[in-house]
């Protein structure tokens, strides 16, 4: 009799726990099919290709809370990304190549602890036009700063409530002491209320064994004029791949212009200017237009077409272009 109280003791107390517990499956599903050509000023190519993640990378993943009690839940996550036009991992030997990471949440935030993104990356793309679009937003053609590490291994991160229309996040990855790898450390800071955002990002990068770091800063900004979107970027990198005196400059300014319910139209122009103590400073430029046409609140379809160019010392220009149509799914 009283092993059997016991045990029901422990399925009813079992089972509170698990009322208070939530996981939940979710993902993206975005692929395109599209013709880009490359010319390296000297030979040319066409590519017809289908290809995953047009606007956002391809993704599965599971995250869940735990109610502890005094208003402190623990969290994780564990995120793939994929490429759906092969089924293939997007990274090789990485079972949750985005994201694995257990913390703590709670009225001061959030603490994650594994492989986590980086804050710097929170607001990297925030003010980007052609809606931030890996394959079409001219901004990932030209800007030197958008090779940072996004998601680093080894790392810890806090992210602040909303308070006042702010928010923040500060990251940090360890290098192990390891010869060769990189400690990342990175902060962001965001403010939106009514028509107006702005962004602010900065992240070093230090490679254990090379004297000088890379950083990146990003600046950004949007305002809703109701019939338009204004969104501005300003990026600055500075000794790229550890070189020292090797910089570069870099903007962004583009439009999203809403065309009834479904319909949002969004153009931009994105230029990087070289700042280099030695060598050939090259200027890179591109521009692209596109529209998505929202189906449902899970399902939209997307096209448009994007130019870059390169100038090379004692050569044509580099150049690059694509057009692309696509459908990507949440679930």
Known sequence: MKKSLVALAVLAASGASFAQSSVTLY??????????????????????????????????GIKGSEDLGGGLSA????????????GAGDTAGQAFSRQAYVGFAGGFGEVAV?????????????????FDSGAL??????????????????????TSPEMGGF??????????????ATSIASLALSY??????????????DINGVADDTKYLRLGGTYDFGVAVAKLTYGKVTDIG??????????????????GAAIVVSASYARSEDDKDVGYESTRDGYGIGATYTLSKRTFLYGGYTYSSATQQAADDATSSAFAVGVQHRF
């Open 167 to 180: 928010t923040g996040a500060v990251s940090y990855s360890l290098d192990e002491d390891v010869v060769g």
């Open 192 to 205: 939106a209320a009514g028509p107006l955002a702005v962004q602010l990002g900065y992240q070093d990068e």
């Open 242 to 259: 550890n070189v020292n005196g090797d910089d570069a400059d870099e903007y962004q300014v583009g439009v999203d212009v809403p065309v």
């Open 114 to 130: 594994g492989k986590v993104w980086s804050a710097y990356d929170d607001v990297s793309g925030a003010s980007n036009a052609m």
């Open 27 to 60: 993902g993206i599903a975005d692929i395109w099919l599209g013709s880009v050509r490359t010319d390296d000023g000297v030979t040319s190519q066409t590519q017809t290709k289908v290809d995953s993640g047009g606007v956002n990378t391809s993704r599965w």
């Open 75 to 86: 969290v994780f996550k564990l995120e793939q990304g994929f490429k759906l036009d092969t």
């Open 137 to 158: 937003a001219p901004m990932y053609a030209v800007f030197q700063s958008t090779n940072y590490f996004d998601r680093p291994a080894n790392g810890f991160r806090y």
